[in-house]
């Protein structure tokens, strides 16, 4: 598998699959138990019958000790090895895949009730009749209204086996007594594209939240669709994006990489560990420029995708340095359908650098290192990004990069903190813009409905003057006095943040991210180095 393959005559799909297999998410499981010491066994199994048999209080239950017991195991090895209990593994799994098995509504909790901001096209809800803005105040038999209520909850009692019905009580706007819908649960796609759309004539914007079983083909069908409006290069938005699958990022990174450059490897304590990705030369997007963007939260698989993307000097990373997990995990289930994802290789990027950031000095610190970029203040200043120069590399073109903490962007863009007043940390801590945009749609849901998109949206919403005004006026009422020098100073950014909810409440998530990037300086320095052609390949010192 380490071995270098000639992949010409498959498909992309067909490449990670390949070439990752039984690394990153194998399901099948050789005994993990056979290399255990039999006097180890008898230990832990011995101290577990006395605590059954001799413990002070008989109401202790050992299968609690168990499952408090093996996440503790694990976090001694590193941060990434991880227990998943049978129901947290259901919906990690969920979620990775690409569907679950629910209603089929978006939710958010305001003013402690369910208020549904998007029902999926085709889903169970929009079958059953359910519109966006309808409250939800009952699940089954049980009311779900009042300060006890909690959206993971209420995230369970509406989710479900495919098939099942369950009983929702709505409470809609302009209607005086409460509706009843009884919605068979089914198939809920999870999209991980969450907006792709043109941000000039000619450049392509694609936001990718994770990299999950259908990110590759909504990836693809995203870019093909922003090429068919015009689309001469392209912005990959990997901000905020924790990683997911191995073999994904590695497909998607193949559609930008000429023939034969390695893309990702591995290397493990075992052989079968061990393997290497190389692009096949049939990606359909080889030509364009791209910038890909990133930040402290772009992790794991992200960073296998700019890592390659950066070393092949294909394309420019802009942004901030990311978060640094170059750990490969893989799965093993238990028998009790929980499953223990162990750490069993490290990845590498083309140049050869292992981009895992430092973790020897135990959880606390390496959680802390994001705060601490913060204090120290690498996000606002380049020069204060630390560098370990014993780890040096290079790209094709000999370009230096960095090894053992992050991918380092080829263009550092400080964070823009300059509209963070005290009084937008505020209404922003207590979810006021997003209850005041909701408030807004629901009181003019009617007219605005009849929008075609977002763009007629905008051109008929109130000046910045009065909707902020009127928020402000909003934000008192729920005990935010007005300071009007603060609220000058995060006007825009206020003014921008509700538009973009109105327009997600109306239309969807893809909505969001057109509105809310007008406000965004890593698009917009992204946007001036493509105008210079710094992100045409082969990359360049810039």
């Not at 409006?229 to 193949?254: P, S």
Request: proline share 4%.
């Amino acid at each position: 598998m380490n071995q270098k393959r000639d992949y010409s005559a498959w498909m992309p799909l067909a490449i990670a699959i390949s070439v990752i297999v039984g690394i990153f998410v194998g399901f099948f499981m050789p005994n993990p138990f056979t290399k255990f010491n039999s006097d180890k066994e008898r230990k832990i199994n011995t101290v577990l019958s006395l605590i059954e048999q001799e413990y002070v209080d008989d109401s202790i239950n050992t299968s609690d000790l168990i499952e408090s017991a093996i996440p503790a195991i694990l976090a001694k090895l590193d941060p990434h090895s991880s227990y998943l209990s049978a129901k947290d593994l259901i919906e990690a799994e969920e979620e990775l895949e690409g569907q679950f098995s629910g209603i089929g509504v978006s939710f958010q909790l305001s003013n402690d009730t369910i208020v549904v901001i998007e029902v999926i096209p085709g889903g169970p809800s929009d079958k059953a009749g359910l519109i966006a803005g309808d409250r939800i105040v009952s699940i089954g038999d049980e009311p779900c209204t009042g300060n006890t209520t909690d959206a993971n909850k209420v995230k369970e009692k509406l989710r479900g086996a495919k098939g099942t019905k369950v009983k929702v009580g709505i409470v809609r706007e302009g209607l005086k007594d409460p509706l009843s819908f009884i919605i068979t649960r089914g198939d809920v796609p999870v999209n991980s594209v969450d907006a792709y759309y043109m941000i000039d004539k000619t450049t392509g914007y694609v936001k990718i939240t994770q990299f999950g079983r259908n990110t590759y083909n909504e990836f693809v069908n995203a870019l093909n669709s922003l090429k068919n409006q015009g689309a001469k290069r392209f912005m990959i938005d990997l901000r905020g994006n924790g990683g997911g699958y191995l073999e994904v990022a590695i497909v998607m990174a193949n559609e930008f990489l000429p023939n034969d450059r390695l893309i990702v490897s591995t290397k493990g304590r075992n052989r079968r560990d061990e393997a290497t990705a190389y692009s096949n030369g049939q990606g359909q997007f080889q030509d364009e420029e791209m910038v890909v963007l990133i930040y402290e939260f772009s992790a794991s698989a992200s960073e296998i995708f700019a890592g390659a993307i950066q070393d092949n000097d294909r394309g420019l990373i802009v942004g901030c340095r990311s978060f640094g997990k170059g750990l490969v995990q893989k799965q093993f289930g238990l028998p009790d359908k929980s499953a223990v994802r162990l750490t069993i290789a490290r990845y590498y990027t083309p140049s050869g650098r292992c981009i895992q950031k430092p973790y020897q000095n135990g959880e606390l610190a390496y959680q802390k290192d994001i705060l601490d970029r913060y204090s120290n203040g690498e996000i606002y200043n380049k020069d204060s990004i630390k560098i370990d120069k014993s780890k040096i590399f290079s790209t094709t073109t000999g370009r230096k990069v960095y090894g053992g903490g992050g991918i380092i962007p080829d263009l550092f863009v400080p964070r823009d903190t300059t509209e963070y007043s005290p009084y937008y940390q505020q209404v922003a801590a207590l979810g006021l813009i997003q209850e005041y945009s909701l408030s807004y749609v629901t009181s003019h849901r009617a007219q605005l409905s009849k929008m075609k998109d977002y763009k007629e949206l905008l051109r008929n919403l109130p000046a910045n003057d009065l909707i902020i005004n009127d928020f402000v006026r909003f934000a008192a009422n729920k005990n935010v006095p007005a300071r009007w020098q603060y609220i000058r100073q995060s006007q825009d950014l206020i003014t921008s943040l509700i538009k973009a909810f109105i327009a997600r409440d109306i239309f969807g998530q893809s909505a969001f991210y057109p509105i809310f990037n007008r406000c965004d300086n890593t698009i917009d320095a992204a946007i001036k180095a493509l105008n210079k052609h710094q992100a045409a390949f082969p990359i360049k010192n810039i």
